[in-house]
């Protein structure tokens, strides 16, 4: 078999970008806040875990610990009974408060918008960091790629990276810039609903004419 070339991955890439903007005009993200530090927590606290499950525990935590001087003052032992139900809590626990912490001490408690210093915080990676200056500050500077967006990637051939982190690589090489913002929030609908992991709608699918995994359903990449 040939290899592909990249001419072909970047306006499969495209198209594919196009229609989810067409599927999803106005997406939201499923995750509830309210300024930008409540972003940061609750993305940081949907690592390997549902967001339907971090919007269950928040509004407790949120109305404990609003912002980051509350948050960098309280009890790790009293965050984690709030969020307990969430995957890795106590892990995540300590995060939230070591984060508050740097952010109360070393940005006058605000988020800060960089990448390099947002990277720098406790339990925060590219992917957090990616959607909180994508939705607060407007910054583009690379792609989310969470569980959703991995898959499809693959499944789409646009990347056979081992890592999420390594796709996202792949992606940027890939999409124009203009095309990054809405990546993560579309494709994460598109995968909920239509790609999933397991089973996923292939026939009517709007996206099949385009999908080199389509001919072959039985070997899809579980993601």
Avoid at 72 to 92: H, P, S
Avoid at 180 to 187: C, F, G, P, S
Avoid at 199 to 212: E, F, H, L, Q, T
Wanted: hydrophobic content about 40%.
């Amino acid at each position: 078999m040939p290899r592909e070339s990249k001419k072909t991955k970047v306006e499969r890439g495209v198209e594919l970008c196009r229609r989810m903007h067409k599927l999803y005009p106005s997406v939201q993200s499923a995750l509830d806040y309210h300024d930008a530090f409540t972003l940061l927590i609750s993305v940081m606290l949907s690592a390997q875990t549902t967001d339907a499950a971090v919007n269950k525990v928040t509004p407790e935590l949120f109305r404990r610990w609003p912002d980051a001087p509350s948050m960098a003052a309280a009890n790790i032992v009293e965050v984690g009974e709030v969020i307990q139900t969430i995957g890795f809590w106590r892990a995540k626990a300590k995060h939230c408060v070591e984060t508050a912490q740097i952010l109360l001490t070393e940005y006058g408690g605000e988020v800060p918008g960089t990448m390099e210093d947002l990277v720098t915080l406790p339990g925060v990676g590219r992917k957090t960091a990616n959607i909180v200056l994508n939705k607060m500050f407007n910054v583009v500077d690379g792609i989310a790629v969470d569980t959703h967006v991995y898959r499809i990637s693959k499944r789409m051939r646009l990347s056979s990276a081992s890592t999420p982190l390594a796709a996202e690589k792949d992606l940027l090489a890939l999409l124009p810039h203009e095309l990054w913002k809405d990546v993560n929030e579309e494709w994460i609908h598109f995968g909920r609903e239509t790609c999933t992991a397991r089973n996923p709608k292939c026939v009517g699918c709007p996206m099949s004419d385009i999908c080199p995994s389509y001919e072959q359903p039985n070997r899809w990449f579980k993601g």
